[in-house]
């Protein structure tokens, strides 16, 4: 179990570009998690995958947002067109529970930077 | 949105002092789980407990629950200097979960 991967830690990006990260959730679990978070405030969700395929995805994501997890793996969130306001933490966190017994794990997450 | 509250927003307390923080939701649930955060990094998982509980523990946490005023607490014993974090709520709902907006505690040695 070496834990859920997050890539880059970092990114700093210019208004208006593209941003692509990656999260490699623990292995055996199934399902895969995409929150974001801004100072002071607690995880807000974005969207939510059982394997592959994409289940919930929050009203309040804008088109510009997008995210794959192809084969049921690693998973990765786009920005397409970056504005400042999205500058936040974007998490990841993957679980293999269900239900009552559900909890999350999570990875250190990317903090975008978009000037 | 964001489900959950957290109360107080911050707390500061002497090294040894226990750490109260207390939680508000707004459904009803199947459990509520509590998280730490550390300054720049990912939550990590502390203590699940169930609707039809009313108090767990674990080393020097204590949870309780009241589904009847749908809140919870949060009791860290004897803090250390290491507890200094944020500690947020969460609840499942639909089809994910809601974090609360957390309580940054820092605790001074």
């Known amino acids: 179990d070496t834990g859920v991967s997050q890539n880059p830690r970092h990114k700093i990006t210019k208004r208006g570009q593209n941003v692509t990260f990656r999260c490699d959730p623990i292995s055996e679990h199934n399902r895969l998690y995409w929150y974001r978070q801004t100072l002071g405030q607690g995880p807000e969700f974005l969207t939510y995958f059982q394997n592959e395929a994409q289940l919930e995805k929050s009203r309040l994501l804008s088109d510009r947002f997008s995210a794959e997890r192809p084969k049921g793996s690693f998973s990765t969130l786009e920005i397409q067109r970056t504005e400042q306001g999205d500058s936040a933490m974007y998490l990841c966190?993957?679980?293999?529970?269900?239900?009552?017994?559900?909890?999350?794990?999570f990875g250190s997450g990317t903090q975008l930077s978009v000037l | 949105s964001q489900q959950g509250e957290e109360d107080p927003q911050a707390l500061s307390i002497q090294e040894g002092e226990n750490a109260t923080m207390n939680c508000s939701y707004k459904?009803?649930?199947?459990?509520l789980q509590w998280y730490r955060q550390n300054s720049g990094r990912g939550l990590v998982h502390l203590i699940l407990i169930r609707s039809n509980e009313r108090e767990k523990h674990s080393g020097r946490l204590r949870v309780t629950l009241d589904t009847s005023k749908k809140s919870s607490s949060l009791l860290i014993t004897a803090s250390r200097a290491a507890d200094t974090a944020s500690y947020f709520c969460a609840t499942w709902s639909g089809n994910q979960f809601y974090f609360g907006t957390g309580t940054s505690l820092t605790v001074i040695p």
């Open positions: 966190a993957s679980s293999s529970g269900t239900g009552i017994s559900e909890k999350l794990f």
């Open positions: 459904t009803s649930i199947n459990n």
